[in-house]
């Protein structure tokens, strides 16, 4: 067969990073609604069948082997079945955009935490409470305005790193099967959140999966987000209280984002009317709509820098492929 002129071969030759460009644009402009994305099924299935097996009558090991086989039951059926599929599909480039475009999940976050800015300005923190039960994975009826402040940056701040930058991540390492099967972990994280109580053995084994998942990339985005200004102040946050969190990378992100805007961020939580102790990150400010604002900013920016960054690394290496 004739080779296609350029550019047009060219462009096909770097298929995978046309379909990253391809996913990211669809998903800025026309992301799946949360009711009839492939996710939303995901989710669905992950409550019924913890309904199923899992039991707070049960010994704590009993819960952490249902938690471990629900894991791998569901999870490995969807990889064998998209592996499997993948020899089937025409046309790769096209599979690997749909499954990364189904695995995109910031922009509803960062829309959300527009709006609950725009209501905390108005001091409505009825509607903001609403705007923030659609993204956060607890109560917010008792939030006061400070804590749904907390609570917007502290949900902003994993929503890009779990809906964007570990997308991509897992995705230049291993295509869009890559990518939406990481998703698919951080929606069973969300499903079987080891600080509520019924889920706490059960859900171990997912949250040290995406811990490990989470690791690298949420620390690279860490060290993106304190590059420039205040970055020695961000650093030395990172060292002094990054680990205090949690291992998945998640304290690193608030460490430096608070540090960067000198904003406190952590600190107790409510979870299913149980007070639930965590370690105070960043600065001593406290949060404001103001800083949300700030934060949705500026994590736009870095983000679209990571995306450049990726993007030169997979043309750079596709050379050498």
């Known amino acids: 067969m004739t080779e296609l002129p350029t550019p047009f071969g060219a462009l096909l030759d770097h298929s995978t990073l046309l ?74 480039w096209l599979f690997d955009l749909l499954l990364l475009w189904f695995a995109l999940g910031w922009k509803p976050i960062s829309v ?9 300005n108005r001091d409505d923190k009825p509607t903001a409470r609403t705007y923030l039960s659609k993204i956060l994975n607890r109560d917010t ?10 609570a917007g940056c502290e949900t902003l701040l994993a929503g890009y790193a779990r809906g964007l930058i570990g997308v991509l991540f897992w995705y230049a390492i291993g ?26 053995d059960f859900g171990l084994a997912t949250a040290a999966f995406l811990t490990v998942l989470d690791w690298l990339p949420n620390r690279l985005f860490a060290l993106l987000i304190a590059a420039g200004l205040r970055f020695n102040h ?22 430096s984002s608070g540090a960067k805007f ?21 600065g001593i400010i406290t949060p404001s709509s103001l800083h949300l604002a700030m934060l949705n900013q500026q994590l736009r920016q870095k983000a679209l820098i990571w995306i450049v960054i990726q993007s030169f690394f997979m043309w750079f290496a596709h050379g050498f492929l």
């Not at 009826?141 to 907390?150: R, T």
């Not at 295509?175 to 706490?200: D, H, K, M, N, S």
């Not at 406190?264 to 102790?277: E, M, Q, R, T």
Request: hydrophobic fraction near 55%; proline fraction near 5%.
């Open 19 to 92: 379909a990253m460009w391809g996913a990211l644009i669809l998903h800025w402009f026309y992301p799946i609604p949360a009711n009839i994305t492939p996710l939303g099924l995901w989710r669905r299935v992950a409550v019924a069948i913890a309904e199923k097996v899992n039991h707070l009558e049960d010994p704590p090991a009993q819960q952490r082997l249902a938690g471990t086989l629900s894991l791998a039951i569901m999870w490995l059926t969807i990889a064998v079945l998209l592996i499997a599929l993948k020899q089937l599909v025409w046309t790769v």
């Open 141 to 150: 009826c008792s939030l006061s305005q400070v804590g749904i402040a907390k």
């Open 262 to 282: 000198q904003v406190a961020l952590g600190g107790p939580a409510i979870y299913d009317n149980d007070k639930v102790s965590r370690p105070t990150l960043g």
């Open 112 to 120: 959300a935490a527009y709006n609950v800015e725009q209501a905390l």
């Open 234 to 255: 961000a650093i030395e946050a990172i060292r002094l209280n990054g680990n205090q969190w949690s291992a998945n990378g998640i304290g690193w992100l608030l460490a």
């Open 175 to 200: 295509g869009g099967i890559a990518a939406f099967l990481y998703a698919l972990i951080v929606q069973l994280a969300r499903c079987w959140p080891t600080r509520r109580q019924e889920y706490a």
